[in-house]
């Protein structure tokens, strides 16, 4: 159910990045795992997403009914990367009554009052909904990093913390999903053009963008580092090549299929006495 | 523009309860201004779906781009009325980026401890977004005075504090969208009867419904009241007819594009300089 012919193995196994993985090494124009083109896609992505609205409403129902289970998204990137685009085009797909969306910016003075993960905590998704993270913890070990906001012996500490603290939000039902979107620098450099270009897309545009894009080795580093030291096994990380914006929806798009696959749930039981109800129903006006 | 052929007027008039309004006289099963049948409706809500989604792209931009403006949908009905249907099908339409939706149930202990109006304060729109209320304020006029959870003497004075309330919101940028949902004691029995025997729909039904629609009348009375007294020029409530659950859809569509085009946003300007940062960005590698 998880496979189809379209895909060699399913997406969550042929993103993974294995043993020696390299950020530089990644082609960021490719479809690893996809069998077909770009109109194939289109095609199939239809039908998945149908399958992942029905899901989800399967998740949301069973939230209802006092189950425990979630599902949490989080989509890490550069600027550019598309991280918006996938909220919009694939979570966009389902139920927005399932829908917990948070997009993290830089702290506020209130969150910065707190440890660095009590503002993903106080977000986390409650049972039966799908919580999509835009940028995340991960920037308290990326751009914390690449502007040195805080010195190595309170950031290096952060990746094992994170491992911790993801597996608490396994234990407590939470399936994560991990995303990191991957576009070139010559990529990134044609989406910033067309921001300023396009007057409908100059509010899509911060000159910090080209501040961070300056530091792009740095923040190589730091993703290679995230990848190296936070994608376990209880949240693996999934890297989705990002230059064809076709691709990274349809892996997204897959990466939740099959993720609210993995929980096996069926429409909750009654908890009342469907018999009895019918009986009760029938026997009112009009 | 906020007219078109198929509706006889914008139906943010036609829906509108004006002097003399009797919702036991309202036509359920109607579908008031629209001219055209369930087909017609379809073909007309694909394109109004588009043009849907780019008003709230222009709210969003503007938003981020530091405007004040923002959207509130608020939805009452009768259990079955298809409040989440209209979530699912019409809010679903757009980017969940720009949506916060908020369902308001039995309120919590600790709202309990807040004036009613708290926990409505606190799910406001921010700038830029689209604010869904699934249920909302009116619920402390309506089943708490059906209910009598309250005495008269506190719930009277919410009509006119409720309008008030809803004067400060406006006045701080927001258009606030009412819609009441109204099916028949014959439609309600056909979607609980729908509920009772199909166990994907189980999770739908609870046997308070049944409690709730035994008092029917005394709904009736307090929606009368409701659509009476807080039925302002500043936030308006649009009675919608809802036994055609394609007729809701489509209403609701109209009346959300209706209210995103009175803002009369063009796409924010650049707060930067274009040229200058065009010339950064080739200035750089690669």
């Known amino acids: 159910m998880s496979t189809n012919e379209r895909w060699a193995a399913p997406a969550s196994q042929s993103l993974r990045p294995g043993p020696g993985f390299r950020i530089s090494e990644v082609d960021t124009g490719g479809t690893p795992g996809w069998r077909g083109d770009k109109d194939d896609a289109e095609d199939h992505l ?3 997403a149908t399958r992942l609205s029905d899901l989800q409403e399967l998740l949301y129902a069973h939230g209802r009914a006092g189950g425990t289970r979630s599902v949490l998204l989080v989509l890490q990137g550069m600027d550019t990367s598309g991280k918006g685009g996938i909220v919009r085009h694939v979570v966009g797909l389902v139920d927005p009554q399932g ?8 702290p506020t003075p209130v969150e910065r009052e707190h440890h660095y993960l009590w503002r993903i905590r106080n977000a986390l998704p409650s049972p039966g909904q799908l919580g999509v993270f835009d940028r995340s913890h991960y920037e308290d070990v990326l751009v914390v990093r690449v502007h040195e906001l805080v010195p190595a012996d309170v950031w290096e500490p952060r990746y094992d913390e994170i491992n911790a603290f993801e597996e608490q939000v396994v234990a407590a039902g939470t399936v994560i999903v991990k ?30 963008d080209l501040d961070e894009r300056s530091r792009w080795d740095a923040y190589q580093e730091t993703y290679q580092a995230v990848l190296d030291r936070t994608s ?33 749930l069926g429409w909750p039981p009654p908890d009342f006495d469907v018999d009895a109800e019918k009986a009760r129903l029938a026997a009112m006006r009009p």
């Open 99 to 106: 829908v917990q969306h948070t997009s993290f910016g830089v």
């Open 179 to 208: 995303v990191a979107l991957l576009v070139s620098l010559d990529e990134q450099r044609e989406r910033l053009r067309e921001r300023l270009e396009r007057p409908d897309k100059y509010w899509k545009y911060n000159p910090g």
């Open 46 to 48: 239809a039908a998945r």
């Open 232 to 264: 376990t096994d209880t949240a693996p990380w999934h890297v989705v090549p990002a230059d064809k914006k076709w691709f990274a929806r349809l892996a997204v798009t897959e990466l939740l299929t099959e993720a609210l696959e993995s929980l096996d």
